[in-house]
């Protein structure tokens, strides 16, 4: 995302050694999925322009991505899936529990954890409650404040709460917030960097829409929320395709979902996914603020109450059940995930954050 | 480039409407005339010359047919985040059709659909709409397809869902959620026998206009009957 850069990055760009429509068509060939034939193109707009990193950020971009440790984030899957594992299940006699993975959702003790990893990296720890009865919620908020312009926060969140194990369901995703958060607390930035943790997703995106409902005048500059991203498959027929879109049939890309808020962010982590040879990505681009009765699947995850909001967020996930068999099942263990997949969507992530919280030479 | 030619303005049009010549010689209706004019031959679909002619019968002076009918639909409604359980309505429309059918194939209608309470959390479970259909007579049968536009208080989804606890993300999309629709409706089973009329399987897809599409509606007409009045 350009937002905001110092004129010697626009002086100094590196335009990726392709011709601007060149460089869209073949986003468009290779990676874009069009959502029903002309939305997305719409949601595009070829008005958009290029991404554009100068050459000595991306050499700083990918020093600090090279920092990541897939061991490391691999490391804290196994501890949280162990936090789960050991927790007590909400009481599902309170509800309505046709679903029969709700009897088995934990989130108490990987919060704790949660807290406790972000603590000891120095970071503002807070907590946002909502009191609600056994719905009751509490995100972890965690702030690097930015060095020149503290107001703009740049910010990463996934859900701690999860079925059964929750190894790729959403332990992947708050280890990736772990690692993050130890890689990027080493570093400044000029634009605050907000980790949050939010609660109580798989009933319903509770914690998200009630962080979102609480802070409605937050300056959120850029965001992504993880949500399944350790899963991968290079076995044909690995990937299901989302209804309405054409997609490979191996599991091995990450999903990148945006709207058209978020759409110069998909861009810009198209261009570092380039440059820095991490992961491949497959960006999927919802048209307008994306809450279209159609396009339901894309709004699956903690994303959707900012999108609503107008705050421009990413989605990145492995799709989850369109390619992990053991989605909400007891089988979801760390053993099913790829940690090389992992670090690389770290990598990306890291690469992304510091981009556009402008990171401190 | 020659001049266009230059109308006399005692002269009136067929609709009376009188021109007048620009200084350079132009000639254009007055503008509040022009539109009223233009509505007016959009609205009677008559030629110009056809003032000239010395009056005689045509069809377009014979009324057209009124028809009442009372009819049984089914429908359901999606947002983003949710559906509606499919629900039946009561539907009560006004139809009307021009008598010379062959030359001017279309019919309009108005009307009402109400639900039971239990669809959603409808405060209003009422929809009321306009609906304008190109027909195609085939004798007694009378296929048609249609634009319709409407104000749905249907489309309201129920507040507590499964597990009671989304009422965060609801109170979200509650604000994207609006009765105004736009609908493609298909008749292809209508017949008019006589005074009687009869249709069933109507189908109905739409979406609500503001904000565009975050609801969409699938509405069954299950049967229709109907007499003119």
Not at chain 2, 85 to 101: C, G, K, N
Not at chain 2, 106 to 135: C, D, M
């Amino acid at each position: 995302m350009n937002i905001g850069h110092d004129s010697t990055d626009a002086a100094k760009t590196l335009q990726f050694q392709m011709p601007y429509m060149v460089a869209m068509q073949s986003i468009y060939r290779r990676m874009f999925v069009r959502i029903f034939l002309t939305l997305p193109l719409a949601a595009l707009g070829c008005g958009q322009p290029p991404p554009t990193i100068a050459p000595e950020r991306v050499a700083l971009l990918s020093a600090l991505a090279d920092q990541v440790s897939g061991d490391r984030a691999m490391g804290h899957v196994l501890s949280l899936v162990a936090e789960h594992q050991a927790d007590t299940p909400l009481d599902c006699s309170q509800w309505d529990a046709s679903y029969e993975p709700d009897c088995s959702l934990t989130r108490d003790r990987s919060r704790a954890w949660l807290v406790g990893r972000l603590s000891e990296l120095g970071l503002e720890v807070s907590t946002q409650e909502v009191e609600d009865g056994v719905f009751s919620t509490s995100n972890v908020v965690a702030d690097l404040p930015g060095t020149s312009r503290p107001d703009e926060i740049v910010w990463v969140g996934a859900h701690f709460d999860a079925f059964y194990a929750g190894a790729d369901d959403n332990s992947s995703g708050v280890a990736a917030l772990v690692e993050l958060a130890t890689v990027l607390s080493g570093h400044s930035f000029a634009r605050t960097l907000r980790f949050i943790g939010f609660d109580l997703e798989e009933f319903g995106l509770v914690g998200s829409s009630r962080y979102v409902l609480a802070e409605p005048d937050e300056n959120l500059l850029a965001g992504i929320v993880f949500d399944c991203i350790a899963y991968y498959d290079e076995t044909p027929g690995s990937q299901q395709a989302l209804p309405g879109l054409q997609m490979p049939d191996t599991g091995d890309f990450l999903g990148v979902v945006a709207n058209d808020d978020s759409t110069q962010l998909a861009l810009d982590v198209f261009a570092l996914s380039g440059a820095l040879q991490t992961v491949q990505v497959l960006e999927v681009v919802a048209p307008s603020d994306g809450a279209y009765a159609l396009t339901g699947n894309l709004l699956r995850s903690d994303h959707a109450p900012f999108w609503l909001e107008g705050d421009p967020t990413l989605f990145f996930t492995d799709t989850a059940n369109f390619r992990n068999p053991h989605y909400h099942t007891p089988q979801d263990v760390p053993d099913t995930l790829s940690t090389d997949f992992l670090e690389q969507v770290i990598r990306l992530s890291v690469a992304s954050l510091a981009w556009w919280a402008e990171v401190n030479p | 480039m020659p001049a266009p030619p230059r109308v006399d303005s005692s002269v009136p049009t067929p609709l009376g409407l009188r021109t007048i010549s620009s200084a350079t010689g132009a000639s254009r209706l007055r503008t509040p005339a022009r539109w009223v004019g233009l509505l007016g031959l959009c609205l009677a679909g008559t030629p110009l010359h056809a003032a000239s002619e010395p009056p005689r019968p045509t069809p377009s002076t014979v009324p057209g047919e009124l028809t009442v009918s009372l009819g049984l639909a089914r429908g359901s409604y999606w947002s983003f985040f949710r559906s509606t359980s499919p629900a039946y309505m009561l539907e009560l429309t006004a139809r009307y059709s021009p008598a010379d059918a062959a030359e001017r194939p279309w019919r309009l209608v108005g009307g009402l659909r109400a639900g039971p309470s239990q669809v959603g959390s409808a405060q209003v479970p009422l929809e009321i709409f306009a609906r304008a259909e190109l027909v195609a007579p085939l004798g007694s049968w009378t296929p048609g397809v249609g634009l319709e536009l409407g104000g749905s208080g249907l489309a309201a989804f129920s507040e507590g869902g499964r597990r009671g606890a989304a009422q965060a993300v609801y109170q979200l999309e509650a604000g994207r959620i609006g009765p105004p629709y736009l609908a493609v409706h298909a008749l292809p089973l209508t017949f008019s026998l006589g005074q009687l009329h009869f249709s069933a399987l109507e189908l109905q897809i739409g979406t609500s206009i503001w904000p565009t599409a975050t609801v969409t509606r699938l509405t069954l007409g299950l049967l229709s009957v109907g007499g003119a009045l």
